[in-house]
């Protein structure tokens, strides 16, 4: 056992002469600087956290980290989008509360109550489809928060509100706030 012992003294005695030999007093010394300033300064180097609270959330390829769905009109998670059923109007040349041109606003539309995140409240949003061109085929979003079956027609998506319209073509629909809730 005594012999064990030993010769393990002699090989941690060895292996501390080499490193001493190949690292001299100031290098160690520097690299204890290094440790430490590093240790001290990173914490305090800016630190995105904003993707943090964005659930199951998925980050998109090409989306900046902290962008969140249900601020962006073009993406179907998008708040006012609760009740939506067709292609987002952003992604065919429109906008939110506008069709894009050669299209005209349904006559009659279905409304979805949705809540807005930022303020906490529940708007009343009223859908139009745009009519007159066919189908844009970008961005198409479904979501059925509050949706009621076609017998509550103002309440039910799932149908052409273009019907009522001179040209009854679906082209996108559009998003417009009509109220609170
Ligand atoms: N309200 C959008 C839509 C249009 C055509 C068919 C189904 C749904």
Known sequence: MRSLFNWIDRRTEQRLRQVAHSHGRRSLLARLGV???GGAVLPMLPFDRSGQFM??????????????????????????YCAFDGYLCTCCGGTLTQCPPGTDASKVSWVGTCL??????????????CCGKGSCGECLCNNNERERPGYRLGVHNDINWCMANTSS????????????A
């Open 169 to 180: 073509m679906f082209h996108c629909t559009t998003s417009v706030i009509v109220g609170v």
């Open 35 to 37: 440790a430490l300033v």
């Open 116 to 129: 807005n995140p930022k303020d906490g409240r529940h708007y009343l949003v009223s859908y139009n489809d």
């Open 55 to 80: 659930g199951a959330q998925a980050a998109e390829p090409g989306k900046a980290p902290g962008a969140k769905a249900h601020d962006d009109p073009m993406q179907c998670e998008y708040w006012r």
